[in-house]
């Protein structure tokens, strides 16, 4: 059974710094990539930063130039900086794992609240 852990979150002043950690229980280099979402109160969930196992990273446009995905593949850890946070990156942020067969299979973390005070 896959098992994504996330840890780092908690309370920031703007213009801070956060590293979020997501381990998984598993090998990640079994997934097709790796990736971070949120999810503000009384919005739907969104992509932040996703990274392949080739290395190819995305981001929201909101979050670039601000945060930095990364992976080490030996700890099975995928990381998330986070710089110059904004109030309005509060949100419970997600990990996620994707392996794509004949469709897209998700595996999610329970997630880890980020707030950002202005």
């Known amino acids: 059974q896959v098992q994504l852990v996330e840890s780092g979150g908690g309370l920031v002043q703007a213009g801070g710094s956060l590293t979020l950690s997501c381990a998984a229980s598993?090998?990640?280099?079994?997934?097709?990539?790796m990736g971070w979402y949120r999810q503000a109160p009384g919005e739907m969930r969104e992509l932040v930063a996703t990274?392949?196992?080739?290395?190819?990273?995305n981001y929201a446009d909101s979050v670039k130039g601000r945060f930095t995905i990364s992976r080490d593949n030996a700890k099975n850890t995928v990381y998330l900086q986070m710089n110059s946070l904004k109030p309005e990156d509060t949100a419970v942020y997600y990990c996620?794992?994707?392996?794509?067969?004949?469709?897209?299979?998700?595996?999610w973390g329970k997630g880890t609240l980020i707030t950002v005070s202005s």
């Open positions: 996620n794992a994707q392996l794509i067969l004949v469709r897209p299979m998700d595996y």
């Open positions: 598993i090998n990640i280099l079994g997934f097709n990539s």
């Open positions: 990274i392949r196992n080739g290395g190819r990273t």
